[in-house]
């Protein structure tokens, strides 16, 4: 479909693992994002591109999380020495460009990247 | 970054319409108010967006107070499928694009019941 993919649906790792997660957004779309969602909880934002450039990475929790978006389309979350507490849905979503109000702003969301640390 | 306050949960019969209240008195001038719904392991759903004026769309209206404090979404004629968790979010961003994120809360579970 034309909406933003993600890959894997679902992954479980053995604690200290590393993983990475892919996220293909619609065509066109400027900004990217990443959210981690815990059971029960509402998303909360990770990370933010416009194009390439990574414009704000304040919410990764520790320096074990990475995301780049090197030619400004498909991005990867990376997570080094997976622990028990990195268990979550992580969402990418994306949007056409910067800017607020525009019908073409509208942020749409993937279906989510279902993460289980064992 | 502005927070917004929503009741855990509430219950709407079929047919009827579905008013869900959210709080966000600290919202600031040019943050914009934005609704999502989220089904059972699905990604976020947007519904609607609005700064200042009430906005219609196929979906649903929002109505925003004058003072910006508060705003309440109405789901017209509720349906089951309207089942889910409903989200109302301060959307952050600042000049130049330095950040842009939804910040959301713990949300509304709407329960259409039969």
């Known amino acids: 479909g034309a909406g933003v993919s993600q890959s894997p649906r679902y992954k479980v790792a053995k604690r200290g693992q590393d993983v990475a997660l892919r996220c293909d957004p619609i065509s066109g779309h400027v900004s990217l994002f990443w959210y981690q969602q815990a059971l029960g909880q509402g998303p909360e934002f990770l990370t933010y591109?416009?194009?390439?450039?990574?414009?704000?990475k304040s919410g990764l929790p520790s320096d074990r999380f990475f995301a780049e978006r090197p030619e400004g389309s498909v991005s990867t979350l990376k997570i080094q020495r997976t622990q028990q507490e990195d268990s979550a849905v992580y969402l990418c979503?994306?949007?056409?460009?910067?800017?607020?109000?525009?019908?073409?702003?509208?942020?749409?969301f993937g279906e989510g990247s279902w993460l289980t640390v064992v | 970054d502005a927070k917004t306050t929503q009741p855990t949960s509430m219950d709407c019969a079929e047919g009827r319409a579905a008013n869900l209240p959210c709080n966000h008195s600290t919202i600031s001038g040019n943050e914009y108010v934005y609704w999502y719904r989220q089904i059972h392991s699905q990604g976020p759903q947007y519904i609607i967006h609005g700064l200042k004026n009430n906005e219609t769309n196929e979906m649903a209206s929002l109505i925003i107070t004058e003072d910006r404090k508060s705003s309440t979404l109405i789901l017209p004629h509720a349906t089951l499928r309207d089942t889910a968790v409903y989200y109302c979010?301060?959307?952050?961003?600042?000049?130049?694009?330095?950040?842009?994120?939804?910040?959301f809360g713990t949300g509304t579970l709407l329960a259409v019941q039969p």
């Open positions: 979503a994306s949007s056409l460009g910067e800017g607020q109000g525009s019908p073409g702003n509208t942020i749409y």
């Open positions: 591109f416009q194009n390439e450039a990574q414009l704000d």
């Open positions: 979010i301060v959307r952050v961003t600042r000049h130049g694009g330095a950040t842009n994120k939804l910040i």
